[in-house]
């Protein structure tokens, strides 16, 4: 898999953080400890954005 075809997605757990995870591990892990989701993003970069994004509308707790 190059990289352009990677996509990355934001998952929150039951602890209030939240992490960000390929989406290949998001699908494999199937974890119903997940609290929400946000994604796809098209870059690691964009997803630490909207990570930080979601932090300051207290909506994520840092780690």
Known sequence: MNDSSKKYYIIKKPEENCEILLSTQVEQKKDPDIVATWGPFNTVD??????????????????
Do not use: F, Y
Request: charged residues 35%.
């Open 46 to 63: 964009e997803a630490i954005a909207r990570r930080v994004g979601l932090i300051r509308a207290g909506k994520c707790q840092p780690k």
